[in-house]
C-alpha cells in the first residue's frame, strides 16, 4: 500500500518540480524589508544584429506585497520603425498557485498623444492586471523589435521600495559594434564571451535588499543601481552615429539639425527690422525672444526621427509652432541672422536627472534650449511668458549638451540662489468684534517663487485661477472680492493681490479671542519624525520669505497676551525672525524665513527637521484679545 501511495505521489511531485515556484512565503525575511514589491526573477536580454537593428527580450516576474507599486502594469511605446511582439501575462497567488493567464482584450493599444501634441506616430500598449488579495505575483513576457536604434536601454535593476530576488541582463551584438557601459551605485562587472561572430556581454544580481524611498532625499540615480548601455555606432533613420564621446554625440545632433535654420527673405528683413535700433546683445536677444514667443506656440510633434531631429525653421516660419527642438532651432536661426552666435542645448527637464560626467555619455535628455555665449543667456524657447535668461526649476543647475560644430560640450545651467527665489508679502487684516473680518493682501514674488502665478496668469480663467488660489490659501471658506495676478515681462516677477472676507477669523470663546499671528503665510510642512533615517538630506532649492501683517483690534477688545514677542532662529539650515510691534489699537507682525538648500548626512535629519518644528511652532503662536467692556 505504501509503495502504490509513493508511485501515485512520484508524478505529482515531478510535475510540481518542473513548475516556477512562485510561493511568497519562500522569499527570504530581509528582502521583505522596505519592500512594496520583490522581483522573483527578470529577463532583460538585448540583441543586437546592426546598428539599426536589435531585439529586445524581457521577462519579469514580480511579487506585489501592497498597493504601492506598480508592477502590475506593463507600458510600452512603440511607433512605425519600433515594433511589439505578442505580450504574455499570468497571474498566481500567495502560495503560488496559477489563477489565470492574461487575455488578449486585456491588452490595450492607443496613441501616445498628449494634450500638448497634434501628431504623434507614437503608440502605447498597456496591460493592468490588478488583483485585490495580497501578496500576489504577475508574470509578463514580451519582445520589442527595432529597426531604428537611438541608443541602447539602460538595465535599471530595481526601483525604490523594490527588492530583487534575482535579475540578469544579456547584450549581444556584433564585433565591429563597440558597446560602452557604466554600473551606477552597485560594483558590478560583465562576464564577456564570444558567440559566433556577436559579443556576448552579461550581467547578473541577486538578493539586492529593497532601497527606501525617504523624503527629501537623493535622487534615484544617486541611489538605485543600474548599468548605463552606450552603443559606439547607432543608425536612426539613415542617420548614424556614436556615443563612443560626448563630442560624437553632440556631433551627431549637430548633423541632424544641419541645414535646417534657413529662414526666409521676409524674415530675414524682420529680423533686420527688429534688432537695426538696438545697441547691446542683450537687448537684441530680449527683442528677438519676444518675437519668438509672440509669433509661435509650443505643440509637440514626434513623427520618425522626429524625436530627435528639429523641423526646419521655415516649418516653423509658416505654421507658427513647433516642439523644443523646432523653437530652439528656429530661435537659433533668428539669432544667427542678427549675427549673435548660439547653441542649441539638451537638457533633462524635471526634478529627478542624471548627473553627467565627461568619460560616458548617454541619451540622457528629454528637452532642448538654446544657449548664448556672449553675453552669457539662456532661453527657455518653449515659454510664450518666461522673460530672457530665465529657465526656471525644470531645468537649472545642471549638467546639459551644448550641440556645437565641433561636436559636444558639457556646460551647466546656472542656479537659481535663495535670495532671488522671493517672496514678500504685505497683508492688512480688519477684525469685527463678531469675529468677521476682511483681509487685503499684496504679494511681490521672484524667481520659482514666482513661476506658479506666472502660468495661472497666463493660462487660468478668472473663475479657476479663484479656485486655485482658494486651494492655496489659509481661508478656503473666504468670499474673495478682488483678486489680480500679473507677471512681469522683462523680469522672473509676478504679483498677488486679493481682498477677501473671511466669515470667522481665528477662534473666540466667552471674552476672549485667539488669533494667529501670522494668518497668511505660516509653515506648516514640517518633515515627519525619523529617527532611523538611511539616506543623505537633500534640499536643492532655497527661498526667501517676508512678511508684514497688521492687525486692526477690534471695538471692545485690548491685547491680553502674546506668547513671545521677539523670535530669532538661526541654523546653518536657514534663519527665522519674527517681531510683534504693539500700538495703540493695531498689532504689526514682521516676519523672516530663509531656506537654504543643504545636503546633510542622514544622522543629522532630526537636527534639520528641528529648524522646521520651530518654525511651525512660532508660525502658531495666537495672540489673545480680552474684552474689557
Keep these: 500500500m505504501r509503495l502504490v501511495f509513493l508511485l501515485t505521489l512520484l508524478p505529482l511531485l515531478v510535475a510540481a518540480q518542473d513548475e516556477p515556484t512562485y510561493n511568497t512565503f519562500l522569499i527570504p525575511a530581509e528582502l521583505l524589508v522596505d519592500a512594496d514589491a520583490v522581483i522573483r526573477s527578470r529577463e532583460f536580454n538585448l540583441t543586437v544584429s546592426a546598428p539599426d537593428e536589435a531585439i529586445l527580450y524581457e521577462k519579469r516576474v514580480v511579487t506585489l506585497l501592497n498597493n504601492k507599486s506598480d508592477y502590475d502594469k506593463l507600458i510600452l511605446f512603440y511607433d512605425s520603425f519600433n515594433k511589439i511582439g505578442r505580450i504574455r501575462g499570468s497571474l498566481y497567488d500567495a502560495g503560488g498557485r496559477f489563477i489565470r493567464d492574461v487575455e488578449k482584450k486585456e491588452v490595450n493599444d492607443q496613441s501616445a498623444i498628449n494634450d500638448f501634441s497634434i501628431y504623434e506616430d507614437n503608440r502605447v500598449r498597456y496591460v493592468d492586471v490588478s488583483y485585490d488579495r495580497f ?12 529597426h531604428d536604434l537611438r541608443g541602447y536601454p539602460d538595465w535599471d535593476i530595481q526601483q525604490f521600495n523594490t527588492a530583487v530576488e534575482r535579475s540578469s541582463c544579456t547584450l549581444s551584438l556584433p564585433e565591429d559594434i563597440k558597446l560602452y557601459y557604466k554600473a551606477m551605485n552597485i560594483n558590478l562587472l560583465p562576464t564577456e564571451r564570444q558567440e559566433k561572430k556577436n559579443h556576448v556581454y552579461h ?18 540615480y544617486e541611489l538605485l543601481p543600474t548599468v548605463l548601455l552606450s552603443p559606439g555606432v547607432f543608425e ?14 553632440g556631433r551627431f545632433q549637430y548633423d541632424l539639425a544641419k541645414g535646417r535654420d534657413e529662414l526666409s527673405s521676409d524674415l530675414k528683413s524682420r529680423v533686420r527690422e527688429l534688432t537695426a535700433h538696438l545697441g547691446t546683445q542683450q537687448e537684441k536677444i ?25 523641423f526646419d525653421a521655415g516649418y516653423v516660419e509658416k505654421n507658427k509652432f513647433g516642439d523644443c527642438k523646432a523653437l530652439s532651432n528656429f530661435m537659433k536661426a533668428l539669432l544667427q541672422e542678427a549675427g549673435i552666435p548660439a547653441y542649441t542645448v539638451l537638457v533633462k527637464y524635471g526634478d529627478d536627472y542624471l548627473d553627467l560626467s565627461e568619460d560616458f555619455a548617454t541619451s540622457a535628455f528629454n528637452h532642448m534650449i538654446v544657449y548664448v555665449p556672449s553675453p552669457s543667456t539662456w532661453l ?22 551644448l550641440v556645437t560644430e565641433q561636436g559636444g560640450k558639457l556646460a551647466r545651467t546656472p542656479a537659481l540662489p535663495p535670495a532671488g527665489n522671493l517672496a514678500a508679502t504685505y497683508a492688512d487684516i480688519s477684525l469685527k468684534y463678531t469675529g468677521e473680518a476682511v483681509i487685503r493682501v499684496h504679494s511681490k514674488l521672484s524667481g520659482s517663487l514666482h513661476e506658479w502665478y506666472r502660468g495661472a496668469a497666463e493660462n487660468l480663467s478668472p473663475e479657476e485661477l479663484q479656485k486655485e488660489i482658494q486651494k492655496k490659501s489659509a481661508f478656503p471658506q473666504a468670499y474673495y472680492n478682488k483678486l489680480n495676478v500679473r507677471s512681469q515681462k522683462d523680469t522672473p516677477e509676478a504679483s498677488l493681490d486679493y481682498e477677501v472676507q473671511v466669515p470667522q477669523f481665528g477662534s473666540k470663546a466667552a471674552k476672549r479671542f485667539f488669533l ?34 497688521l492687525l486692526h483690534l477690534p471695538d471692545g477688545y485690548n491685547v491680553e497676551s502674546i506668547p513671545s514677542e521677539n523670535t530669532a532662529i538661526s541654523t546653518e539650515f536657514g534663519s527665522y525672525s519674527g517681531r510683534i510691534i504693539r500700538e495703540e489699537r493695531t498689532l504689526l507682525f514682521v516676519r523672516r ?12 535629519y532630526t537636527e534639520w527637521r528641528n529648524f522646521y518644528r520651530d518654525v511651525a511652532k512660532a508660525d502658531g503662536m495666537k495672540v489673545v484679545l480680552v474684552n474689557k467692556t
Excluded at 536612426?236 to 554625440?249: E, H, L, N, Q
Excluded at 509650443?298 to 528639429?310: D, E
Excluded at 524665513?593 to 542622514?602: D, G, S
Design 135 to 146: 501578496p500576489y505575483t504577475v508574470v509578463f513576457e514580451y519582445e520589442m523589435k527595432y
Design 203 to 220: 550581467w547578473q544580481v541577486s538578493n539586492l535588499r529593497a532601497v527606501k524611498k525617504e523624503p527629501y532625499g537623493p535622487s534615484q
Design 236 to 249: 536612426a533613420d539613415r542617420y548614424t552615429g556614436s556615443m563612443a564621446s560626448w563630442k560624437d554625440f
Design 286 to 310: 530680449a527683442a528677438l525672444y519676444r518675437y519668438l514667443q509672440e509669433n509661435t506656440r509650443y505643440v509637440s510633434v514626434q513623427l520618425g526621427i522626429g524625436g530627435w531631429q528639429p
Design 380 to 401: 527657455e524657447c518653449t515659454s510664450n511668458s518666461l522673460p530672457p535668461n530665465y529657465l526656471g526649476t525644470g531645468t537649472d543647475d545642471r549638467e546639459v549638451l
Design 516 to 549: 494667529p499671528v501670522n494668518p497668511v503665510n505660516a509653515l506648516h510642512d514640517v518633515p515627519p519624525a525619523n529617527d532611523k533615517r538611511i539616506h543623505a538630506v537633500v534640499v536643492k532649492e532655497g527661498y526667501v520669505e517676508q512678511d508684514t501683517i
Design 593 to 604: 524665513l530663509e531656506v537654504l538648500p543643504v545636503r546633510l548626512p542622514a544622522e543629522r
